[in-house]
T-cell receptor, first 114, second 115 residues
Framework: AQSVTQLDSQVPVFEEAPVELRCNYS??????LFWYVQYPNQGLQLLLK??????LVKGINGFEAEFNKSQTSFHLRKPSVHISDTAEYFC????????????FGAGTRLAVHP | ETGVTQSPTHLIKTRGQQVTLRCSSQ?????VSWYQQALGQGPQFIFQ???????GRGNFPPRFSGLQFPNYSSELNVNALELDDSALYLC??????????????FGPGTRLTVL
């Protein structure tokens, strides 16, 4: 079975500052890793995903994440945030075999202040 | 805009009632998954359908059931509603058989409130 832990429930940050949202996972099998964003009253939008290959993954809206197998982490980063980045961010994992259900973390609320 | 739509947007039911939630996937997306997102939590996998057959299920009781139709629409049915069923219900579609690397495209969700 897989599980995901998002280490911060809320992250306040000022506009144009860098941000890191932390995610750790556990799994006994190989996994794929994802970050989704959820804006108020909307569904989930894929930011980026790690399937294989380069451990540094670039996504939409200037976000990137680094897969660290030894630390079982997949932290999300952005060098300079905007007010519009205020949202809920979810880290998710799926087993590389089987029917690929997503296991989500509890989410991190990113609040960008002017 | 993911091309996945859900209806209704909001719904209020009372305990013990039954509810049907609907999802319309992108054309060509043969796999649909349903998730329950309780307030303040991440989504939890309910089940998945591929070409009208259930091919995966999470830890939800049998009163949660589904249907998938050939026109890329699907339904989530919940019988004997309980207060804890209050949540945002999300559907997600993707091409292929649902395994591997396919990206899941989520709809905006249906907010169900059980009184």
């Amino acid at each position: 079975a897989q599980s995901v832990t998002q280490l911060d429930s809320q992250v306040p940050v000022f506009e144009e500052a860098p941000v890191e949202l932390r995610c750790n996972y556990s799994s006994s099998v190989s996994v794929y890793l994802f970050w989704y964003v959820q804006y108020p009253n909307q569904g989930l939008q894929l930011l980026l995903k790690y399937l294989s290959g380069s451990t540094l993954v670039k996504g939409i809206n200037g976000f990137e994440a680094e897969f660290n197998k030894s630390q079982t982490s997949f932290h999300l980063r952005k060098p300079s945030v905007h007010i519009s980045d205020t949202a809920e961010y979810f880290c998710a994992v799926s087993a590389s075999g089987g029917y690929n259900k997503l296991i989500f973390g509890a989410g991190t609320r990113l609040a960008v202040h002017p | 805009e993911t091309g996945v739509t859900q209806s209704p947007t909001h719904l209020i039911k009372t305990r013990g009632q039954q509810v049907t939630l609907r999802c319309s996937s992108q054309s060509g997306h043969n796999t649909v998954s349903w998730y329950q997102q309780a307030l303040g939590q991440g989504p939890q996998f309910i089940f998945q359908y591929y070409r009208e057959e259930e091919n995966g299920r999470g830890n939800f009781p049998p009163r949660f059931s589904g249907l998938q139709f050939p026109n890329y629409s699907s339904e989530l049915n919940v019988n004997a509603l309980e207060l804890d069923d209050s949540a945002l219900y999300l559907c997600a579609s993707r091409p292929g058989s649902g395994g591997g690397t396919d990206t899941q495209y989520f709809g905006p969700g249906t907010r169900l409130t059980v009184l």
